[in-house]
């Protein structure tokens, strides 16, 4: 599928898909725009990322309220089979040029692990008192919620030369992904089990070319999209009361979800056969051109770190439970709606400037300096 045909090798790339620069490889969550002189972001990144987030808030949202509602629990079903991984993939395709040299540890260590220490420390408090678990303990090798993310993105960019370097990285991906399946001995630590299980999307990122983004992009694409979407929503409209929604969340082994060893294997591949056909159909409809939203893509690790506040914090109070008519029609449509608008407000550049010093503060003082030549 991700093949590049000839044409595209000896064909110039139009200035929307050429290679980005290092400095914007490194910026799948970057907090503000560039600065004047910098190459020009690529719009279409930027709203997928968008569009990824307000579905990975949205679909958070739903989880309180979906419950007697079969419709909602098979969108949720479709929309938790390729948000997450489209977002990979993205992380994949912006991580190929790390190489473990000093410049690019220090900005790992700033845009990733630095976010993860305060906001997993965040969100275990946040429970501890706003949730009435006093009981909640801090600790940094068992990720709360959505800060999974960080250290899967750590993991898999610290990884991203072994990856290069090996012949056939994606079958290799597959076969972790499908061990840690059938492994519940892995344990909770450092969520290991959606490290490994996730890994096969951004290792395919890694081998995706800008090139593959126009051919995603051409007309056919997106008109065979449309049945395979509608055939997808009717397929999970059927199994959704069957399928338990562990095999999405891809946190546990087979055995810890009580099912047969060997399912863990099928529904890995399936499961990764299933998401990137829905990336792919995504990624097919995104926007590629300047519009509205355009800018909040430069955003997106504030709408992804703060979102998770605004449910819990719903949760916490009760509001689920004391307004039962959230789970109706009209209450679904106003959950979707008013976190799409909130994580919307997260995203906006203000909100970007002034939690900067938590997303990807400058950490010069901490560090040595190096030599131009190992930057």
């Known amino acids: 599928m991700f093949q590049a045909p000839s044409a595209f090798q000896r064909a110039p790339l139009p200035p929307a898909t050429r290679e980005p620069e290092p400095r914007q490889e490194q910026a799948l969550f970057a907090t ?30 739903w989880e309180p309220v979906m419950d007697g509602s079969r419709a909602t629990r098979a969108l949720y079903m479709i929309v938790y089979t390729f948000h997450m991984p489209a977002f990979i993939l993205i992380s994949g395709y912006f991580s190929r040029s790390f190489d473990m040299t000093p410049s690019k540890v220090k900005r790992l260590i700033a845009s990733v692990v630095v976010p993860y220490v305060l906001f997993e420390t965040a969100y275990s408090l946040f429970k501890r008192y706003a949730g009435d678990s006093p009981d909640m303990a801090l600790s940094l090798t068992d990720p709360f919620y959505l800060t999974w993310f960080l250290v899967a993105l750590f993991v898999w960019r610290v990884t991203t030369p072994i990856w ?3 012949r056939h990285p994606l079958p290799v ?24 299980q996730f890994l096969p999307f951004f290792v395919l990122g890694l081998l995706v070319k800008p090139e593959h983004f126009q051919l995603v992009g051409r007309r056919e694409v997106r008109l065979l ?17 069957r399928m338990q929604l562990g095999w999405l969340y891809r946190a546990n082994s087979a055995q810890e979800m009580g099912a047969p060893w060997w399912s863990g294997a099928v529904m890995t591949l399936a499961m990764f056969g299933c998401g990137l056909v829905l990336t792919i159909a995504f990624l097919a409809w995104v926007p590629r051109r300047n519009l509205w939203f355009t800018v909040l893509g430069a955003g997106t690790i504030c709408g ?26 009209a209450g679904l449509i106003a959950v979707s709606v008013t976190t799409a608008a909130a994580v919307t407000l997260m995203c906006a550049p203000p909100v970007t400037r002034v939690l900067k010093c938590a997303t990807d503060p400058d950490l010069a003082w901490a560090f040595r300096r190096t030599p131009a030549a190992k930057r």
Not at 225 to 241: D, K, N
């Open 32 to 61: 503000a725009p560039p600065p004047a002189g910098a190459k020009k972001r690529d719009p279409y990144f930027d709203n997928v990322k968008y569009l990824a987030i307000v579905l990975v808030a949205v679909a958070h949202a």
């Open 164 to 166: 290069q370097s090996l």
């Open 173 to 196: 991906a597959l076969g972790i992904a499908v061990l840690a399946s059938v492994s519940p001995e892995i344990g909770n630590d450092l969520d290991l089990q959606r490290v490994l």
């Open 225 to 241: 999209s449309v049945p395979l979407v509608a055939g997808a929503l009717l397929f999970a409209y059927w199994i959704a009361p």
């Open 304 to 329: 992804y770190l703060l979102h998770g506040f605004l449910i819990k914090g719903a949760e916490y109070a009760g509001l689920f439970d004391r307004y039962t008519w959230l789970s109706g029609p």
